[in-house]
């Protein structure tokens, strides 16, 4: 089953405003990857996390690891129309990828 | 380059018909996988394989077979398809070292099963 829980689900936007978006997991997490995928699309990879405590920023978007490697954050400034689509975290070990649910964001013009 | 490349794009199929879906990769890379995609649930693995021969199963790997006999291609067969079996299908290819690329995804085969 999945390993990395994301929290919320939906996440309707107002454009222009800020939303977080987590990913959760009971155990230490070796590393994980954010990927997102437009309505109809492939996932598309974001970007990767491996240290403790890591924060890596992509212009809109801030991407935070978490101290005990048990969360992660997917923060994005701003909203724009763009960022319409389901944003998934996933465990990357050596070989495989163990995908969260993902949270499906909506932008409200 | 092409990147990864899924064949083909949509299918429809007969319960109990089987049928291959095909995915080669031009980008060299050593590892490869399938993914299907419900939802609300996520992607989960089917199979994967780690090199040309190399091959293992995923969370959900009941009801498909692999193959992984050069470095390019990667295809997934349904033995015998049921409606159970309706989903997106996604072919995935990282190299082995996949830090900082991620893994590439292919443009999906969406498949039902009446």
């Known amino acids: 089953g999945q390993q990395v829980m994301q929290i919320p689900q939906y996440q309707h936007v107002q454009e222009g405003e800020d939303f977080t978006t987590y990913c959760n997991s009971s155990?230490?997490?070796?590393?994980i990857q954010w990927y997102k995928q437009r309505p109809g699309g492939h996932p598309v990879f974001l970007i990767q996390l491996v240290k403790s405590g890591e924060v890596k920023k992509q212009k809109r978007l801030t991407f935070q690891f978490g101290e005990a490697k048990k969360n992660s954050s997917l923060h994005i400034t701003a909203t724009q129309t763009t960022d319409v689509g389901t944003y998934f975290c996933a465990e990357g070990n050596d070989y495989k990828l163990s995908f969260g649910a993902g949270t499906t964001v909506t932008v409200r013009a | 380059n092409a990147g990864v490349t899924q064949t083909p794009k949509f299918q429809v199929l007969k319960t109990g018909q089987s049928m291959t879906l095909q995915c080669a990769q031009d980008m060299n890379h050593e590892y490869m996988s399938w993914y299907r995609q419900d939802p609300g649930m996520g992607l989960r693995l089917i199979h994967y394989?780690?090199?040309?021969?190399?091959?293992d199963q995923g969370e959900v790997p009941n009801g498909y077979n692999v193959s992984r006999s050069t470095t390019e291609d990667f295809p997934l067969r349904l033995l015998s398809a049921a409606p159970s079996q309706t989903s997106v299908y996604f072919c995935a290819s990282s190299f082995r070292t996949h830090t900082p690329y991620g893994y590439t995804f292919g443009s999906g085969t969406r498949l039902t099963v009446v």
């Open positions: 394989s780690v090199g040309a021969g190399i091959t």
């Open positions: 155990t230490t997490l070796s590393n």
